[in-house]
């Protein structure tokens, strides 16, 4: 009889401790999505979901919390192009609102460094904007770099540094933008600066 009830205890135990584990990585999985936005004044998350240097299309899916590859007519897209030319993501707890023209997603971020695993939140200090439109629905990218000066790989602090260093950064960025996916039609309105990004960043804050 003893012997019985240590065992339903020993049992009951087992079974508390992995729904504290399972409890415990739900939660973790749920707050990805709602992280704070900003860390400091000029600093903010980004979530990863594509590695630079990767060519396919991962994408954090809300419903089952995990992140997964993206799908288009039940065929897993693959970029058919030169695959991501930064670490491509979105910032937490920011939405763009398909009431003023947006997707209906977080906004985009688009980090310039080397290569940062899915699911990696990385500390961002934006310094400019790109201004897409994609299948006529706005489609912002913030241009990003990390905030920790060792992940830097371009010596910049703003949208003028970059402009007047790397101008071919942003003519690859815009020219890989416009045909990484032949089967949308994508525009570019034009750049916005560091401050631009920021305002563009505080407006779709959720």
Same mark, same amino acid.
């Given at each position: 009889?003893?012997?019985?009830?240590?065992?339903?205890?020993?049992r009951f135990?087992?079974?508390?401790?992995?729904?504290l584990?399972?409890l415990?990585s739900?939660?973790?999985?749920k707050?990805?999505y709602y992280l704070?936005?900003?860390?400091?004044e000029?600093s903010?998350?980004a979530v990863?979901?594509?590695?630079a240097?990767?060519?396919?299309?991962?994408?954090?899916?809300?419903e089952s919390?995990s992140?997964i590859i993206? =799908?288009?007519?039940?065929k897993?897209?693959? %970029? $058919?192009?030169?695959p991501?030319?930064?670490?491509?993501?979105? &910032? !937490? *707890?920011?939405y763009?609102?398909p009431k003023?023209?947006g997707?209906?997603?977080?906004?985009d971020?688009l980090?310039?460094?080397?290569?940062v695993?899915?699911?990696?939140?990385?500390e961002i =200090?934006?310094i400019?904007i790109?201004?897409? %439109? $994609?299948?006529?629905?706005i489609?912002?990218k913030?241009?990003? &770099? !990390? *905030?920790?000066?060792k992940?830097?790989?371009i010596?910049?602090?703003?949208?003028?540094?970059l402009?007047n260093?790397?101008?071919?950064?942003?003519?690859?960025?815009?020219?890989?933008?416009?045909?990484?996916?032949?089967?949308?039609?994508?525009?570019i309105e034009?750049?916005?600066?560091d401050k631009m990004?920021? &305002?563009?960043?505080?407006?779709?804050?959720?």
């Amino acid at each position: 009889m003893i012997c019985s009830v240590n065992n339903n205890i020993k049992r009951f135990k087992k079974l508390v401790f992995i729904i504290l584990i399972v409890l415990q990585s739900c939660a973790k999985e749920k707050e990805i999505y709602y992280l704070p936005t900003q860390v400091s004044e000029n600093s903010f998350n980004a979530v990863i979901e594509i590695p630079a240097g990767t060519n396919k299309k991962y994408e954090y899916d809300k419903e089952s919390k995990s992140f997964i590859i993206d =799908k288009k007519d039940g065929k897993e897209r693959i %970029i $058919d192009f030169l695959p991501y030319p930064g670490n491509y993501g979105f &910032i !937490p *707890s920011t939405y763009s609102d398909p009431k003023t023209g947006g997707d209906g997603d977080a906004l985009d971020v688009l980090v310039l460094s080397e290569y940062v695993p899915t699911g990696s939140v990385l500390e961002i =200090k934006p310094i400019a904007i790109l201004k897409l %439109i $994609d299948n006529g629905e706005i489609d912002y990218k913030i241009i990003a &770099i !990390p *905030s920790n000066v060792k992940q830097q790989i371009i010596n910049v602090n703003n949208y003028n540094d970059l402009a007047n260093r790397f101008p071919e950064v942003k003519t690859i960025i815009e020219l890989w933008f416009l045909n990484y996916n032949k089967t949308d039609t994508a525009t570019i309105e034009g750049w916005g600066d560091d401050k631009m990004a920021l &305002i563009e960043i505080n407006k779709s804050k959720s």
